[in-house]
């Protein structure tokens, strides 16, 4: 298991009993690259990409679970989100991962894990996490 798996092995343990997951972070400071470790973690069989053409990606585990996740760089407006089905998602119960997600965050129901990544350098970064309770 190499560092970033690691982390985000611990992450995930930390946050697991909660399904809303914000990723913010730079362009460039790795929300995918950590999504990946995470679903590699969860146990998700499917090749996870980022879904920023898609908006949302829809992943299974070895166990039958269900994850989404999200990529609203490319939305404008809560209203394309809800359009979209977002609430729906949401309200699954279903782990629900969501980069830039700051468009629909005032309208999210706490609890909700909000994992923060800052570029410490080109090789390394810095992962703040909170619970929003």
Known sequence: MNELEKVAAMIFDFGKNINVWLLKGEMGSGKTT???SLAAYIGVIDIVNSPSFSIVNEYQTRNG???YHFDFFRIKSPEEAFGLGF???IDSGYYCFIEWPEIVEPFLKKPF???I???ANADS???NVNIND
């Open 34 to 36: 950590f999504m990946n």
């Open 65 to 67: 679970q269900t994850l």
């Open 87 to 89: 609430f729906e998602y």
């Open 113 to 115: 894990v909000e994992v």
């Open 117 to 119: 990544i800052n570029v």
């Open 125 to 127: 970064r810095i992962f």
